[in-house]
């Protein structure tokens, strides 16, 4: 047992009469006057586990409570190799232990509702790639060049043929929890999208109680994973079934149920999120073209400026899927030298395979993903950035100038 890494606790007791996500099983773990409150879930076959994410040193105290009750100790190794959660300071993005993270990132919104064959496709280029973080969707996604049906589904059907979030598909969430320590063990941050509004199976539309009794779940599995980020949507705001009053409830309950606090926040299409929101992390934004990035860092001062999706290098006849790879990766360096951060993603339509990096994953083909991987390097050998607010006053006023006051305001 470590520092930074989960530790996992597996009861055996007989399975829950009622509901098979919000289950009576908790457990708190002391350590020094430091002391936290997790909750235990069901993972199916008579079997409850409680993960714990241990952020320092020395010896824990536990006593897990409910449905199970046990007690005991553990002594948490300092990390080796670990640095724990990443987590924003002020305009940038840092691991746990102090060590810089640069966000470079990319996008496979269906990643895990593939087959097999094509997830083990894409995790072998990701291993070749430069990213280190990764948009990904929990609900599989009914849209342009992904029309599949999913290997699994995160729930089970009722009677009546409707989902129901008491009987998470546990199959579903093994595979899923596979897949994201598959890219923990790449280095690669998985920043999982919790909504979106291109459905076609009825996930979109359930009801603001459903939608907590998934959260609450998904909090019990996964927030003890370290390499986590939350998304609470793709484009929150083409959204039919959720006002903002909705998305403001959602995301405060992720932020209340997860006891590490990983970092989140809620993608745009058109309408920015109100990012200054304090359990807001980080903004996350849509964009086509990067010109207003300062404007919106000082609109959003304290917190990182996350380009999420700024169109794509690829040959689609959509304006947001033609970039050059040589466009996609300016857009790395402009907002990295604005003090801010891109993700990185690839609309080359392979017809035969009908595969698009974007949606399912695969093979990347552009030119980007290699020049990414040089400015990689650079970004990672200058650090974080903190752009000067205007470069030209600085150089006048370098030179011992005195500048006219009409000039002083339009600067």
């Not at 539309?205 to 998304?231: F, H, I």
């Not at 309950?253 to 606090?261: C, K, L, V």
């Not at 992390?281 to 001062?301: D, F, G, M, N």
Request: hydrophobic share 35%.
């Amino acid at each position: 047992m470590r520092q930074y890494e989960t530790i996992e606790f597996c009861y055996t007791a007989p399975a829950p009469e009622g509901s098979e996500a919000a289950v009576n099983l908790q457990a708190e773990f002391i350590h020094e006057r430091e002391r936290t409150v997790v909750k235990g879930f069901y993972a199916g076959n008579q079997t409850y586990i409680v993960r714990f994410l241990p952020s320092k040193a020395g010896e824990y105290q536990y006593r897990v409570f409910g449905i199970v009750n046990a007690s005991g100790s553990f002594f948490a190794e300092p990390a080796a190799g670990s640095h724990g959660m990443v987590q924003a300071e002020g305009r940038h993005f840092r691991y746990q232990d102090g060590t810089s993270y640069l966000p470079v990132g990319t996008t496979v919104y269906a990643l895990v509702h593939q087959t097999e064959e094509l997830i083990e496709e894409t995790m072998d280029t990701l291993k070749h790639s430069p990213f280190n973080k990764i948009r990904l969707c929990v609900f599989p996604k009914n849209y342009l060049y992904n029309r599949n049906e999913p290997l699994y589904y995160p729930f089970e059907k009722d009677a009546a043929g409707q989902w129901d979030v008491h009987h998470p598909c546990f199959v579903y969430w093994d595979f899923l929890e596979k897949q994201l320590r598959r890219l923990a063990d790449m280095g690669i941050q998985a920043d999982l999208i919790l909504f979106h509004p291109y459905d076609r199976w009825g996930f979109d539309s359930l009801t603001q109680e459903e939608n907590k009794v998934y959260l609450d779940y998904l909090l019990r599995r996964l927030s003890a994973l370290p390499g986590m980020w939350w998304s609470m949507a793709n484009e929150y705001d083409l959204s039919p079934s959720k006002s903002l009053a909705d998305w403001h409830e959602l995301e405060g309950f992720t932020a209340e149920n997860d006891p590490y606090h990983h970092l989140l926040s809620v993608h745009n299409c058109y309408a920015f999120y109100d990012y200054n929101r304090p359990a807001v992390t980080h903004v996350s934004i849509q964009v086509k073209t990067l010109a207003r990035l300062a404007e919106w860092r000082e609109a959003y001062p304290g917190k990182p400026v996350m380009v999420d999706e700024c169109c794509y290098e690829g040959n689609l006849p959509a304006q947001w899927g033609c970039l050059s790879g040589r466009e996609m990766t300016a857009r790395f360096w402009r907002a990295y030298t604005n003090g801010a951060y891109c993700t990185h993603g690839e609309t080359f339509l392979d017809e035969e395979k009908e595969v698009v990096w974007w949606a399912k994953g695969g093979r990347l083909k552009g030119e980007s993903p290699a020049r990414i991987g040089f400015l990689k390097s650079v970004f990672e050998e200058l650090g974080p950035v903190e752009p000067v607010k205007n470069a030209y006053f600085t150089m006048l006023t370098r030179k011992g100038e005195e500048l006219p006051e009409e000039l002083l305001a339009e600067l």
